[in-house]
């Protein structure tokens, strides 16, 4: 028998200023100066994604395009790139939520890897239509790091929503 890694407690909806909060960290992770360098996931991306699948009416594609045109501006890149690829990424994501919570976290995050290497080809093929030069290999490793981090990042995402459990005698349920 193969082991799950889903949870039969009911979760307390999600408080809206920790979905801003943890989508600013995501970005402030981004500004850092270590964001370019191979195999550091894209953080907005990773969280957009997660927040659109988890709650897709509080984190849409409008949330997708301003923190994606906060990433253009703070990567001096061409102005909506990072909006494109957020926008579309967000979409699917909230395209196939449904699907995607239906299975374990392990597979959940076989469903999540194509949609942040949509993120990562949309962005080189931008750049390439700029005129840039090819990044290297080493520019799509960031996905696939996202995609082991993503049975991590679920359980510290969704740590504040867990209620604690409440044993009573008198009650069968």
Do not use: C
């Not at 600013?24 to 969280?47: K, M, Q, R």
């Not at 061409?78 to 299975?103: D, E, N």
């Amino acid at each position: 028998m193969q082991p799950t890694f889903s949870s039969s407690r009911i979760l307390l909806p999600v408080r809206p200023w920790f979905i801003v909060l943890s989508l600013l960290v995501a970005l402030f992770l981004n500004f850092l100066p270590t964001s370019n360098w191979p195999g550091v996931p894209d953080w907005v991306a990773l969280l957009l994604v997660f927040w659109s699948v988890r709650e897709s009416r509080k984190v849409g594609m409008g949330s997708a395009f301003i923190l994606g045109l906060a990433m253009d501006v703070a990567d001096a890149s061409m102005m909506g790139q990072h909006a494109l690829a957020y926008v579309l990424a967000v979409y699917g994501a909230s395209s196939l939520a449904r699907r995607i919570l239906w299975f374990p976290l392990g597979q959940q995050a076989l469903h999540v890897l194509p949609l942040l290497l949509v993120v990562q080809v949309v962005q080189f093929g931008v750049r390439l239509l700029a005129g840039a030069e090819f990044p290297g290999l080493g520019y799509f490793i960031g996905p696939f790091i996202g995609f082991v981090l993503w049975l991590p990042l679920t359980y510290v995402l969704l740590l504040p929503q867990y209620q604690p459990v409440d044993r009573d005698a008198n009650r069968p349920i």
